[in-house]
């Protein structure tokens, strides 16, 4: 079989999830260690030998939620600051020291977070490291960088959004339907306006406010053991002092008590589309783990319930995708009020509340009838095989830790969600899908093709926006 780097003790959990129960049951961990440095910032470490190579993951506790009112896009457009350089490592001095190595580096952003993310032979841990603290430290504060980045977003915007079929709709406009507060509603890609208006001075207090170490997690996952790992954190990163980080709102809002919904065109789309979002259990509630089991059997792919009943069965739907925190992130890495998402492409002879309807009956059959214990067993296994092959790679491993210590307070989390998710019973998935999967809790979004726009009732769409010329550097 060929070695694959950084499989560790995830081949080993696959077996397990294969096996009887009672095997189910053995002693599977992710080695972790965690130490938190005097000015706040916490490092996590999993050793793991089986490959010469090393993840590293630096979150930070801020992403698209906590960026400032009127400036929608904010905290994304900071994350293109972010590989712009330093005054003491020159823009791409990054991307060659570790592309150079044959490492691969990347970063993103997400409601609760934005982190950065690298891997390399274990040899590039130390300068890896030393760019991290560097750009922690300060960034190249420029109007050239500023407005060079200013224009890549919006770019990327035209590119994503303006000139492309259904434009994310079912990502930032179910967000705004569904939800109440800014914080959780608002376009986090940003619009025009709000990032033309971003200035040198929100760039450097909000690299001030979020970017400090006691707001950071670092996750390091490979060929090291905790002790040098946490040695070369303590040189590179002890000497940066901790900085006052704003107080976090309250972004938490409950069910919604009203069906919410909307009809667009879109003059790019062939065939019409749904988008349908339920709000659902905080984090870590009671019924987090049963939800995201229930997602598995209703949308984890081609076995799910609602492509096998819709899709194949009734024959409405080209296809459907979505789940419990879909598409910005998953079932775990939230920390504020998250959708379980659904986005599907039906056939234009097809009504959308047909379709909406043999949604609800696939729901209500779970409610009423529960699942054979051979579906919800074979539905376990499907998330918690994806779940640990999401672990596989020492990146992902490196980012998973990381977000797991800074949105749940503690990076063993990893380990205990098998567990969780073994727990769940017939009776659990009944009682979520009753709880949360309702016409009250639903918010819906159609978007048709133009053509399609004036026998709907809807308004024509606006032409898409002209894709500009490249940003130049």
Known sequence: ???????????????????PAAAQQADWRLPIETKTLDNGLTVVVSEDRSSPTVGVSVVYHVGMRLEPENRTGFAHLFEHLMFQGTPTAPKGTFDRVIQGGGGRLNGSTRPDYTNYIETAP???????LWLEADRMKTLDFSPENLKNQQDVVKEEIRVNVQNQPYGLFFVFDIN???????ANAHDGYGSFKDLEGATLADVEAFHRDYYG??????????????????ALVEEYFGDIPARATP????VSEPLNTEGRREAQADALAQVPALAVG???PARGHADHAPMAVLSQLLAGGNASRLYQGLVKGREQLLNIDGGLGWPLGHAWDYDGPTLMTLFALYKPNVEPDAVLGAVDEEIARVVAEGVPADTLAAAKTKLLADYVN??????????ELAKAQLLWGDADTLN??????????????????????????????????AAMAPARGIAAPAAPAPAAAPAQD
């Open 390 to 399: 999401s672990l596989e790679p020492f990146i992902s491993r490196a980012d």
């Open 1 to 19: 079989m060929k070695r694959l780097a950084g499989l560790g003790g995830a081949c080993v959990l696959l077996a397990m999830l294969a096996a």
């Open 213 to 230: 170490p006691n707001n950071a997690v670092i996750g390091i996952a490979g060929d090291i053991s905790a002790e040098e790992a946490f």
């Open 416 to 449: 205990r969600v098998p567990e969780w998710v073994q727990a769940v019973t017939v009776a659990d998935v009944q009682r979520v899908a009753k709880t949360y999967l309702t016409d009250a809790n639903r918010t819906v979004i159609d978007r048709v093709p």
């Open 278 to 280: 339920w709000k659902m």
């Open 122 to 128: 274990v040899s590039a841990l130390a300068p890896i």
């Open 176 to 182: 705004r339907l569904a939800f109440s507060k800014w």
């Open 247 to 250: 107080a976090r709102p309250d």
